[in-house]
């Protein structure tokens, strides 16, 4: 069983930066796959970025690719976003998930077994 605890949320201007940071409970969190997905007002969850177990792979969305990145700290069992540029469509609630690594779709939600609550993120323009 993993518990998933993402903080770090909040409102920034249009070009600003934040970084979302995932808590994980769970002695074999180490051997789970993280993901960040999001999913703003009226519009279904999608997938931001996601990171294997050892860090080694790290996976993004195209239109992310180069603004967002996706890092861990097994020893801490944390997960980082950090997310540079932002823009307004950017807003979004913003969930981790994790999922035994089985070096496979990594960007398909349905795959992902523990999910967080979730933190806002409001960028205004």
């Known amino acids: 069983q993993v518990q998933l605890v993402e903080s770090g949320g909040g409102l920034v201007q249009a070009g600003g930066s934040l970084s979302l940071s995932c808590a994980a409970s769970?002695?074999?969190?180490?051997?789970?796959?993280v993901g960040w997905f999001r999913q703003a007002p009226g519009k279904e969850r999608e997938f931001v970025a996601a990171i294997s177990w050892s860090g080694a792979r790290t996976y993004y969305a195209d239109s992310k690719r180069g603004q967002f990145t996706i890092s861990r700290d097994n020893a801490k069992n944390t997960v980082s976003l950090q997310m540079n540029s932002l823009k307004p469509e950017d807003t979004a609630v913003y969930y981790c998930?994790?999922?035994?690594?089985?070096?496979?779709?990594?960007?398909?939600?349905?795959?992902?077994?523990?999910w967080g609550h979730g933190t806002q993120v409001t960028v205004s323009s």
């Open positions: 769970g002695r074999t969190f180490s051997s789970y796959a």
């Open positions: 998930a994790a999922k035994v690594d089985r070096e496979s779709y990594y960007h398909w939600k349905d795959t992902y077994d523990y």
